[in-house]
């Protein structure tokens, strides 16, 4: 009898043991895991994320696999994605996207609205103006509705320094046609009357790590 309650007390200190560390690594998780309710979606601060494992340890189940795709259908490569299908998803693409999913390439998000941005308060949605302001200086970029559709070149201005780029669109879906001079293969500047009078607005964030 005095065998079998020694048993029966070794089996019970083990369950309290194991109960302990499950709450213990509970804890833990909760500590490492945002509250994506109190986020205040500083988007510099994702460049620090150098791997999806790092990411998953902070997001969890808001980061997913996915894929993107190349422009001209020049294929396709795996992405790492932050809040999917949300307007505040995040694409993270590495420079190993096979095997450990890290060294991080650039970021990217776009569409027509976030609650992410930059320290300077470029988010999607920011104007051409806007923009020029806090370029320092007037800048380029490609015609819309065509390959690479609204790319800015920042011409070397303060942007370009910051590893920010991305693309111009028009702010509604139908472009009226005293526009229409913006579409097609050529470059625009963005200090020209036309793109003045359209005032063109931000459609694509793409941020890469410093050096």
């Given amino acids: 009898m005095k065998k079998i309650l020694q048993a029966l ?3 019970f200190l083990l369950n309290s043991c194991s109960n302990g560390t499950k709450k213990e690594a509970s804890k833990e998780t909760k500590v490492e895991t945002k509250d994506v309710s ?3 979606y500083p988007l510099d601060s994702l460049l620090s994320y150098d791997s999806e494992v790092a990411l998953k340890k902070v ?3 808001h980061v997913k696999r996915s894929v993107g795709y190349y422009p001209e259908g020049m294929g396709e490569y795996a992405t790492t ?3 999917p299908d949300s307007k505040n998803q995040v694409e993270f693409v590495w420079e190993d996207d096979s095997i450990h999913y890290n060294k991080l390439q650039y970021i990217r998000l776009a569409g027509k609205q976030t609650d992410w941005k930059t320290k300077e308060g470029i988010t999607i949605g920011t104007d051409m103006k806007t923009l020029e302001t806090l370029n320092k200086q007037p800048f380029g970029f490609f015609g819309l509705e065509w390959d690479y559709a609204g790319a800015i070149d920042w011409k070397d201005g303060y942007l370009e320094e910051r590893n920010i ?3 111009l669109a028009y702010p509604t879906d139908s472009m009226p046609e005293d526009f229409m001079d913006l579409h097609g293969d050529h470059t625009i500047e ?3 009357k036309i793109a003045q009078k359209a005032n063109l607005i931000l459609s694509e964030i793409i941020m890469k790590p410093s050096n």
Wanted: hydrophobic residues 45%; aromatic residues 16%.
């Fill in 9 to 11: 007390l070794i089996i």
């Fill in 38 to 40: 109190k986020i205040e």
């Fill in 59 to 61: 997001y969890g189940e």
């Fill in 81 to 83: 994605v932050l809040f």
């Fill in 165 to 167: 780029f991305g693309s």
């Fill in 190 to 192: 963005s200090s020209s």
